[in-house]
C-alpha cells in the first residue's frame, strides 16, 4: 500500500465526504451516513451497503481504521464497532483539500477574467 | 423490510457477511426508522435506495472476495501466521533455535564425530540464512507478533559495537574500578556495557512513534506492551553466547538454555493475559541465565585451562550479574507503558 498521499487523489465525493466525516474523530457506521448526508447538503445519499463498500475499500487502503471499543456505548441497536481517520488518511483528506482549493482558486480567477 | 434485508445480506461473500453483516442490518434498520418518522416519501426513498445498491455492493464483494483470495496466494502472505497458530510459533522460535540451540547442537555433534567442513559450512549457511530471511519477511511484513525476538537479537551486538565505539580505554574511572571489590567492579563494568540496551530501546519506540511508515508497529507496540518485553526477551541468546565465550564443552548448558528460553517464548505466545506473557519471558530469561551460571561454575570447576584469579564463583556471580542487568532491561516495557501515546500527544498538541 502506498504511504504517498498524492497517489490516493482524486476522491470521489463520497470517499471525500466519509473521511471528512471522520476527521472530528472515530464514528460508527450510521453516524457517517448521515454525517455525508448533512456535509454534502443532502445531495450525497448513501445506501448502507453502498457506505460499507467503501469503508471496506478505505480500510484496506489504511486510510480508516476498525476500532472495537467495549467501554464505549454506540447507541441502542448499533454494534460497538467505530471507524477512525489513519495518519494517512487524515493526509490523504489534506491532501484532497489542498487540490479542491486550488480548483476552486484557478477557477474563480478564469470566471473573474470573463467577467471583466 | 428488515427481514427481506437480511434475508439479501445472504448474497454477500460469507466472511463479509460474517464481520459486516450486524452492523449493516444495524444500520439499515436505523435508517428505516428514522426515514418512517419523516414520512412515507422518505421511506420509500429509503427501501428504492438501498434496494439499487444492494446489487452493485453484492457483485463488487465477490469481485474483491476473489482479489483477496489471490493475493494470499501470494509469497509473502504465506508469513502472514495466524496468532496461537504452529506457524507463528515456529517463526517465532526460530531465533532460539536456529540461532541458538541447533548450531550449537551441530557443533557439539561435529566436536565427537568428523563432520566434512563443506557440510559443517552448509549448516552454518543454512541456520544464518533462514534467520535473516525470516528477519526481513518480518520486517517488511511491519513487524507482526512473531518477527519481535528478530528485532531484540541484534540489540546487543550494536551495544556492544557502541560500548566499543564510547568507551575510552584511557577514561579514568578504570583504574579505580580495578581497585573496587570484585563484586562492584563486576556490576559497574557490565552495566556499562548492557545499559546501553536502555537508550537502544527507547530509540527504537522513538523512531516506530515518528516515522509514519513504522507508525503501525508504533501502535501495536503501545497497544500490547509484552510485545516490547518479546522484543528484549529476543537479546538472550546472543548474550548466552557472550557469557559462554571462551568456554570449552560449553554446548551441554547452552543448548539446555536455548531451550528453556524457546519454552518461554512458547508459553508467552500462548498466554492470554499481559501479567502471565511478561512472567514467562521473565522467567525463561532467568532459568536460561541460571542454567549458564551454574554450567560455568562447573566447567570452571573441572579441567579446564582457566585463568588464576577467577573461580568457579566468580563466574556463577558474574553470570547472576549480568542475568540481573538485563532483568533490569526486562523491566523497561513496564515504565514506557506508563508513558502518554506519541498520537495522544500530538492530538494535544493540536488541540
Given at each position: 500500500?502506498s504511504t504517498d498521499p498524492i497517489s490516493y487523489l482524486p476522491l470521489t465525493e463520497p470517499t471525500f465526504y466519509i473521511l471528512l466525516s471522520l476527521a472530528p474523530g472515530k464514528k460508527h457506521g450510521y453516524a457517517i451516513m448521515k454525517d ?81 | ?125 543454512f541456520f544464518w540464512f533462514s534467520v535473516l530471511s525470516l528477519f526481513m519477511i518480518g520486517f517488511a511484513k511491519s513487524g507482526p507478533r512473531w518477527f519481535m525476538p528478530y528485532l531484540g537479537l541484534p540489540l546487543p551486538i550494536l551495544s556492544l559495537i557502541l560500548f566499543n565505539a564510547l568507551m575510552d580505554p584511557e577514561w579514568r574511572g578504570f583504574p579505580r574500578l ?174
Amino acid at each position: 500500500m502506498s504511504t504517498d498521499p498524492i497517489s490516493y487523489l482524486p476522491l470521489t465525493e463520497p470517499t471525500f465526504y466519509i473521511l471528512l466525516s471522520l476527521a472530528p474523530g472515530k464514528k460508527h457506521g450510521y453516524a457517517i451516513m448521515k454525517d455525508v448526508r448533512e456535509l454534502s447538503g443532502e445531495r450525497v445519499h448513501l445506501s448502507t451497503s453502498t457506505l460499507y463498500t467503501a469503508i471496506g475499500r478505505l480500510l484496506d487502503q489504511e486510510l480508516i481504521e476498525r476500532l472495537s471499543d467495549e467501554k464505549q456505548d454506540a447507541g441502542p441497536g448499533l454494534p460497538r464497532k467505530f471507524y477512525a481517520l489513519t495518519d494517512l488518511g487524515r493526509r490523504v483528506l489534506e491532501a484532497e483539500t489542498i487540490r479542491l482549493e486550488g480548483m476552486v482558486r484557478e477557477a474563480r480567477l478564469r470566471l473573474r477574467e470573463d467577467g471583466v | 423490510m428488515k427481514n427481506l434485508y437480511a434475508l439479501l445480506l445472504g448474497l454477500f461473500p460469507k466472511a463479509y457477511r460474517e464481520e459486516y453483516g450486524d452492523e449493516l442490518q444495524a444500520v439499515f434498520s436505523l435508517s428505516l426508522d428514522d426515514a418512517r418518522k419523516t414520512g412515507w416519501m422518505e421511506l420509500a426513498g429509503v427501501i428504492l435506495r438501498e434496494l439499487m445498491g444492494l446489487p452493485k455492493a453484492i457483485l463488487h464483494e465477490h469481485l474483491r472476495e476473489r482479489r483477496k483470495m489471490k493475493m494470499m496466494k501470494t509469497f509473502g502472505s504465506r508469513f502472514d501466521f495466524a496468532p496461537g497458530s504452529r506457524n507463528e510459533t515456529l517463526a517465532a522460535l526460530a531465533p532460539f533455535l536456529l540461532f541458538g540451540a541447533l548450531p550449537t547442537l551441530f557443533s557439539f555433534i561435529s566436536n565427537s564425530v568428523i563432520v566434512p567442513v563443506w557440510i559443517q559450512i552448509a549448516f552454518a549457511l543454512f541456520f544464518w540464512f533462514s534467520v535473516l530471511s525470516l528477519f526481513m519477511i518480518g520486517f517488511a511484513k511491519s513487524g507482526p507478533r512473531w518477527f519481535m525476538p528478530y528485532l531484540g537479537l541484534p540489540l546487543p551486538i550494536l551495544s556492544l559495537i557502541l560500548f566499543n565505539a564510547l568507551m575510552d580505554p584511557e577514561w579514568r574511572g578504570f583504574p579505580r574500578l580495578m581497585q573496587a571489590p570484585w563484586v562492584i567492579n563486576q556490576f559497574v563494568y557490565q552495566g556499562l556495557l548492557w545499559s546501553i540496551l536502555i537508550p537502544l530501546t527507547i530509540l527504537l519506540v522513538a523512531l516506530s512513534a515518528l516515522i509514519p511508515r513504522l507508525r503501525p508497529f508504533y501502535h501495536r507496540l503501545r497497544d500490547d506492551w509484552t510485545l516490547l518485553s518479546f522484543v528484549l526477551y529476543g537479546m538472550a541468546p546472543f548474550a548466552l553466547v557472550v557469557s559462554f565465550d571462551d568456554y570449552q564443552n560449553e554446548e551441554p548448558y547452552l543448548i539446555l538454555s536455548f531451550l528453556i528460553l524457546a519454552f518461554g517464548g512458547w508459553l508467552y505466545l500462548r498466554s492470554k493475559d499481559p501479567a502471565n506473557r511478561f512472567l514467562v519471558l521473565f522467567g525463561g530469561m532467568a532459568l536460561s541465565m541460571l542454567v549458564a551460571a551454574v554450567g560455568k561454575a562447573i566447567l570452571y570447576a573441572g579441567p579446564w585451562p582457566r585463568l588464576k584469579y577467577f573461580t568457579w564463583q566468580s563466574e556463577f556471580i558474574s553470570t547472576i550479574i549480568e542475568w540481573a542487568w538485563l532483568a533490569l532491561i526486562m523491566l523497561l516495557p513496564l515504565v514506557i507503558n506508563l508513558l502518554p501515546r506519541f498520537d495522544n500527544l500530538s492530538r494535544s498538541a493540536e488541540g
